[in-house]
């Protein structure tokens, strides 16, 4: 009865910290909006762009390279629910920090026996300001994070029975990363850096290392072969230091 308890307790104070989440970033953006940055606005266009049938452009219609896809076409995801493409990077934002904070809080429990010390921790995340500053403003960053917590929770569930499901799941985690920012490609090396230090037999490492490269980094090269072809470079040209 009392494991069914905890059990039920590592579930609900997450679920109920995912839902304050949430509403936080939906009572600041419609009281206040959502931040804006350059970058904000080159996402919101993209999304426009998308949903008129222009492609991956950006304000001015020249080919967006700079950014990765994903996260400019989950805002564009809005205008198949006839929202409008501001007021869904609101919901899309609120959800996505709900369940950052949802899956996070429930990784918490899954560690710290001690209730009030998981409690702790779960508020810490809730309140943190770095976290919630980046779930207000319309930033990749918040796609970015939420994929990060997903693959190294996996990553830590998976570690000491890691089955080539198990690599699969990780490769589409990573490739959803990369696709939202091009530093994704950080998790894709910390990966088969950290696969090398498992105790397990070098030809399974190999052929692990092989199916999550082939599945994190095939997207990416996809897209940067795009980029290539419409605008001459991988990345877009970069401002040089003064």
Request: charged content about 10%.
């Amino acid at each position: 009865m009392r494991g069914k308890q905890s059990k039920n307790f590592s579930i609900f104070i997450p679920a109920i910290a995912g839902i304050v989440a949430a509403f936080m970033v939906i009572l600041v953006s419609v009281k206040y909006g959502l931040a804006m940055s350059p970058d904000s606005a080159c996402y919101l266009s993209i999304a426009e762009n998308i949903l008129k049938g222009n492609g991956f452009t950006i304000y001015d219609y020249m080919p967006a390279v700079h950014w990765p896809l994903l996260y400019p076409l989950a805002l564009a995801l809005g205008g198949l629910f006839n929202f409008e493409i501001s007021a869904w990077a609101r919901v899309l934002n609120a959800l996505l920090f709900g369940l950052t904070v949802y899956f996070s809080s429930r990784w918490i429990f899954s560690k710290i026996e001690n209730k009030i010390l998981g409690i702790v921790g779960v508020l810490g995340l809730l309140f943190s300001l770095p976290l919630f500053y980046v779930a207000k403003s319309v930033w990749s960053e918040t796609l970015f994070i939420f994929l990060i917590a997903l693959f190294l929770i996996r990553l830590e569930k998976s570690i000491l029975n890691h089955t080539v499901k198990d690599v699969l799941i990780l490769g589409v985690l990573a490739a959803m990363a990369c696709l939202t920012k091009y530093l994704g490609v950080a998790l894709v090396f910390s990966y088969l850096i950290g696969l090398f230090f498992l105790k397990a037999d070098l030809r399974q490492k190999l052929i692990n290392a092989v199916i999550f490269s082939a599945v994190s980094l095939t997207p990416l090269l996809f897209w940067m072969w795009r980029n290539y072809l419409v605008s001459g470079t991988l990345t877009g040209r970069r401002a040089g230091s003064a």
